[in-house]
DNA sequence: AAAAATTACTTCAAACATCAAAATATTTAA
DNA sequence: TTAAATATTTTGATGTTTGAAGTAATTTTT
């Protein structure tokens, strides 16, 4: 294989990078959320909307300092889209959740994940994409050191 | 489809966002070049090495704030990676270059790249390859506002 | 050609993000 | 019951980012 097709594709995916960085802040800036910064929009993310994570699990999953994510929670508390909650059983603990505006923000922003990959896997067939998750599980194996089982062919 | 194996998909391009935030990052800190954060690496490579860019392009190319890239700028050439060349024709443009630092820099950021693509699409055909390029270009698509021009299939 | 508008970039002040280390509160172990 | 461990917050120091105002050079208009 040529390399200027994974010439082309890097190029590709960089920008596709960049744009997803550039544009999820941009599209929540237009709507009714345009005090959160994308880093906010992500803390937000972790948290979810499901559990009541404690502190120390959403920091360790965005990778951040919990000094750090003390900040982000208050400006996100001050700002209403969070909740801390006291941990019943260990009281050293706490949980953080969503009010119903951090709902909104966590459904909105979803909302655009899911067209993203809609679009993304527009016309191709059932076999076709499991062949693209594969290729993204090569990348996520790259990605975290793992060798690559290689499926390789004939 | 299913829109399970959408989510899961989803998912992992959120996860393989993140580690390569994480990860490239932690790559170069290992090297000689452990000074950089990944927006500096981010700005050597959109000032890259083939042409003297001005700010307001490379700004633009990165949508960052003017002022804040004249801060990184600064910094930049600060630590011996960038120059600024005042323009010929037009005194007020800036044209920014790389040292032979900054281009040492280019080239390592440039070649784990490459190794993260070739990885990427270990193991696949050409004809496979071909398919992954066109869902990048879908997405491509969606995150630039152009309708995506579907080859529906029956 | 002088004044006005435009442009390219920089400076500034304020908000926010980040970290390591110390402090606080709580729980568990000795 | 004291000591050690754990979960989080505070503190202080440093860096980043932004919008807005400022400076300088160029182009357009009158």
Redesign the interface.
């Known amino acids: 294989?040529t390399g200027d097709?994974?010439q082309?594709?890097?190029t590709?995916?960089?920008?596709?990078?960049?744009?997803?960085?550039?544009?999820e802040e941009k599209e929540l800036k237009k709507g009714p959320f345009s005090d959160l910064s994308i880093k906010e929009i992500h803390a937000i993310n972790a948290i979810s909307m499901y559990e009541h994570k404690t502190s120390s699990q959403v920091s360790k999953e965005l990778?951040i300092n919990p000094g750090t994510l003390t900040a982000t929670v208050n400006n996100l508390a001050r700002k209403g889209y969070v909740l801390r909650l006291r941990g019943e059983h260990d009281r050293r603990v706490i949980r953080l959740g969503l009010t119903r505006k951090g709902r909104s923000v966590y459904r909105l922003h979803a909302s655009f994940?899911?067209?993203?990959?809609?679009?993304?896997?527009?016309?191709?067939?059932?076999h076709?994409?499991?062949?693209?998750?594969k290729?993204?599980?090569?990348?996520?194996?790259?990605?975290?050191g793992r060798p690559?089982t290689?499926?390789?062919?004939i």
């Open positions: 294989m097709v994974k082309r594709i890097n590709k995916l960089v920008q596709a990078y960049r744009d997803i960085t550039n544009i990778s994940h899911r067209k993203m990959v809609d679009t993304f896997l527009q016309g191709f067939s059932d076709e994409i499991s062949l693209i998750e290729a993204i599980d090569h990348l996520l194996n790259f990605l975290e690559n290689v499926s390789t062919r």
